[in-house]
């Protein structure tokens, strides 16, 4: 074989782990808080107690599945960890609407900030660590930096509307942090299809 006939290897130095294998689950945990928190931002208006318990099973429900995908599909990713905080801290915010749905409602929207506020610095820390790898991480970027300033806002509108203001900036992160996660899916499925046509490109040389 010739030497300008070599198959050229994409640069692999990053570490994916199983994101590459398991891209699906992450797309379609993406698509389910785009989803949920497009559902958030209909029924904001109604700001009552239900809408409240509702976005509390959102964030459980979306803080589980995260996790759970931390734990099982994403081994060897070397942004797992904060992935996993990522989704704890939605279990928790979640887990506190639910239990304290009215009487700590002040204490919840200072709360929320705080897990919302985190999460987002989260994301910022993976956006960073993946920028080589991700042709879009600014992306990824902007929806962290977006849930920091959702959390700022939420702190500067208590005690008012808190409610509606809950409603409504929960919504919002839940759509950044979805479009978040299809942003990685994508990357991983176009660096799986990579691994996969230069593997077999080696082994026809």
């Known amino acids: 074989m010739k030497e300008s006939e070599t198959p050229i290897v994409t640069a692999n130095n990053f570490t994916w782990g199983d994101v590459k294998k398991n891209w699906k689950w992450h797309l379609l ?3 389910f808080f785009i989803i949920t928190g497009t559902i958030g931002l209909v029924i904001t208006p109604l700001a009552t107690l239900s809408s409240v318990l509702l976005f509390a099973s959102f964030m459980m429900a979306g803080g589980v599945l995260q ?3 931390a734990i099982k599909g994403v081994n060897g990713w070397k942004s797992r960890m904060p992935h996993l905080i990522g989704g704890a801290l939605y279990l928790f915010g979640g887990v506190v609407c639910a239990l304290n749905p009215v009487a700590a409602s002040l204490a919840l929207t ?3 900030a705080a897990s919302i506020l985190a999460a987002g610095i989260f ?3 993976v956006a960073f660590q993946h920028r080589k790898e991700l042709p ?3 992306i990824l970027l902007v929806s962290g930096l977006a849930s920091i300033a959702i959390a700022i806002l939420i702190g500067f509108a208590w005690p008012y509307s808190a409610l509606w203001t809950l409603g409504l900036f929960i919504s ?3 759509i950044f942090n979805g479009w978040s996660h299809v942003v990685i899916a994508i990357a991983a499925k176009k660096r799986a299809m ?3 046509t230069n593997k077999k490109a080696m082994q026809e040389a």
Do not use: Y
């Open 172 to 174: 919002i992160d839940l």
């Open 194 to 196: 990579e691994s996969s």
């Open 123 to 125: 994301r910022v820390i």
């Open 110 to 112: 200072i709360i929320l």
């Open 136 to 138: 879009d991480w600014g």
């Open 67 to 69: 996790i759970w995908e």
């Open 29 to 31: 945990l993406g698509f």
